[in-house]
């Protein structure tokens, strides 16, 4: 079975700090997905990134930036100079390549407050 | 572009009451999903519609119950409430090929009192 675990809970920043948000994840297959989704307060799930299991390059969007390791079975991500806007709760997310369209499988999120 | 969209925003029902929540996916999409939401947790999978028939089935009563419209469109019906399928339930489409992102709705507020 597939878990991803989000171990920090609650993160408070003050803007312009960097900020890292840990995810762990569990699967048996050789063949899987990972992504990242924010939460605003609106409630809608916004997409982040998407990498496979074949890619571990690092990948770096704005502010933003990702690091898989298949040895530590982690997939973190990073923000740079935060600011208030990024303020939301961060799931991070797996699906397992067992067929088209397979489910995700959350963790139960990490809510990043960040203080001007 | 419009991207996925759900009806109604909120919800209240009471308990024994049934309920049905709308989907309409991204333009182009096929593939829809259903997770319901949890004060305080992280979506859980309920199922996944394609081509009109249930593909992928999560750890939920057979209350919850789908349909999927030759339009892509979908539904998410539960019956006899209960006072836990409180939560946010969040729609999701996709196109059907191999782990293809998953893109959400704002989610339908339900409150069973």
């Known amino acids: 079975a597939q878990k991803v675990t989000q171990a920090q809970t609650e993160i408070s920043v003050v803007e312009k700090e960097d900020v890292t948000l840990d995810c762990v994840y569990e699967t048996r297959d050789t063949t899987y997905y990972l992504f990242w989704y924010k939460q605003p307060p609106s409630g809608e799930l916004v997409f982040l990134i998407r990498?496979?299991?074949?890619?571990?390059q690092n990948e770096i969007s704005g502010r933003y930036s990702w690091n898989f390791q298949k040895s530590t079975s982690s997939f973190n991500f990073t923000i740079t100079a935060s600011q208030v806007v990024d303020s939301a709760v961060y799931f991070c997310a797996l699906s397992e390549a067992s067929g088209a369209n397979s489910k995700l499988t959350f963790g139960k999120g990490i809510t990043l407050s960040v203080r001007p | 572009d419009a991207g996925v969209t759900q009806s109604p925003t909120h919800l209240i029902k009471t308990r024994g009451q049934q309920v049905t929540l709308r989907c309409s996916p991204k333009?182009?999409?096929?593939?829809v999903s259903w997770y319901q939401q949890a004060l305080g947790q992280g979506p859980q999978f309920i199922f996944q519609?394609?081509?009109?028939?249930?593909?992928q089935r999560g750890n939920f009563p057979d209350r919850f119950s789908g349909h999927q419209f030759p339009n892509y469109s979908s539904e998410l019906n539960v019956n006899a409430l209960l006072l836990g399928d409180s939560a946010l339930y969040l729609c999701?489409?996709?196109?059907?090929?191999?782990?293809?992102?998953?893109?959400f709705g704002p989610g339908t507020r339900l409150t069973v009192l």
């Open positions: 990498r496979n299991s074949f890619d571990e």
């Open positions: 333009s182009g999409h096929d593939t």
């Open positions: 519609y394609y081509e009109e028939e249930e593909r």
């Open positions: 999701a489409s996709s196109l059907d090929s191999w782990a293809d992102t998953q893109y």
